[in-house]
């Protein structure tokens, strides 16, 4: 049995593989791939529209808003974002809560004069944590706030919508669909998909419909939010056998009981890890409790020259892909949808032996 921790791309459930690998020469009694079909083909348009309809339902998004599926992962959004909605002269607010809130800050400034950082990570006796909002520096006239709710790197997740009276926006890549969130409290959610929601590449951007009246003429039309949605996200061909694959994922997630069972498949895992960490000195996580990731959980041992060790002896027993990101250094669990509790149990139980042999 192999657990596979990685932070992404990310393990899928093994039904949906499964599913996909039967009907991989013949989807739907065609005889040919999904892949070898036009996206155009009302059988393939009747499969996305199932797709976003189950989205819909999952994450019970508003009918005002918009459901796009769209290229380039995370990562084009942090330059799609500013351009679609911000004017070149215009004001954006950013929280800086981590490595990739940084890089999607860095593109901003790109499109945008003024990109203001209204807090960053601080220090604190419990460990590091995201300022209260009450104390951020919000611009006046922000077009609007852009803040990663789970930094999958740093493994720092802020669990309050912040309402600042500007549209929000949510880099969601590595929490979507992990629990239940109130839509109507965002302007746009982006996410890439190979977390969550399927293979890389693909892209997820729920957008309120009002911003789309924003649009600026000068973006790059295939990241153009408003095109994309009045093309029904096939402007140019979409990434059919990824968009095929969400599908599946949405469907499965629906018979596991929704978000709200992912929500307390998640707490259970990331509590039973955090508990491992917390009752040992041999391990310790920083990151003070209320900003502690349910995804992302790194860790690190008191003694790095055991890593090596940690790391060989882990995927010896089916663990694999604990390597915490470079940046940060020792381990992290990653944990998405997918992951059954039995992976955390078990990385728990090898991390206690490990501990004990080792102390
Ligand atoms: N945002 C977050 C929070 C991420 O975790 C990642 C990828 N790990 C990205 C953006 C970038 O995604 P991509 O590589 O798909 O562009």
């Known amino acids: 049995m192999i657990y596979n921790f990685s932070a992404g791309p990310a393990m899928l459930p093994a039904s949906v593989l499964k599913k996909a690998q039967n009907e991989l020469l013949d989807w739907q009694g065609l005889g040919v791939s999904v892949m070898e079909i036009s996206h155009r083909d009302p059988i393939y348009i009747q ?89 951020w520096a919000l611009s006046k006239n922000a077009a609007y706030l852009h803040y990663c709710p789970n930094e999958t790197v740093d493994g720092i997740a802020l669990y309050e919508v912040p309402e600042v009276g500007v549209p929000i926006v949510a880099d969601m890549s590595s929490m979507i669909l992990a629990e239940p969130i109130d839509v109507s409290k965002f302007g746009i ?17 729920i957008i309120r419909n009002d911003l789309l009246a924003t649009q600026q003429e000068r973006v790059c039309t295939v990241m153009n939010y408003k095109v994309q949605a009045e ?9 059919t056998f990824a968009w095929y694959l969400a599908a599946e994922v949405f469907k499965w997630l629906k018979a596991q ?24 000195s041999f391990y310790r996580n920083t990151i003070a409790p209320q900003n502690r990731s349910r995804m992302n959980i790194p860790f690190q041992l008191a003694d790095s020259n055991l890593d090596t060790l940690f790391l060989e002896q882990a995927r010896a027993e089916g663990l694999v892909a604990l390597k915490g990101h470079r940046f940060v250094g020792g381990m992290r669990a990653s944990m998405y949808n997918a992951m059954p509790v039995d992976a955390a149990k078990a990385l728990v139980d090898f991390m206690t032996r490990f501990e004990k042999a080792h102390k």
């Open 47 to 135: 499969m996305t529209e199932a797709a976003e309809q189950d989205l819909r339902d999952l994450m019970a998004i508003p009918d005002n808003y918009s459901v796009l599926f769209m290229h380039g992962g995370g990562r084009a959004h942090f330059s799609a974002v500013p351009q679609n909605i911000a004017s070149a002269d215009a004001t954006v607010d950013y929280l800086n809560s981590g490595v990739w809130s940084d890089i999607a800050i860095a593109e901003a400034r790109k499109y945008v004069t003024h990109v203001n950082e209204v807090a960053k990570v601080a220090e604190t006796p419990l460990g590091k944590a995201i300022p209260p909002i009450s104390e």
């Open 257 to 280: 009981g929704g978000l709200e069972a992912m929500a307390e498949l998640n707490r259970a895992k990331s509590s039973l890890l955090y508990e491992c960490v917390d009752n040992s």
């Open 231 to 239: 093309q029904h996200s096939m402007y140019n061909t979409p990434n």
């Open 189 to 205: 959610i982006y996410a890439g998909a190979q977390k969550n929601i399927g293979p890389s590449g693909l892209s997820v951007v």
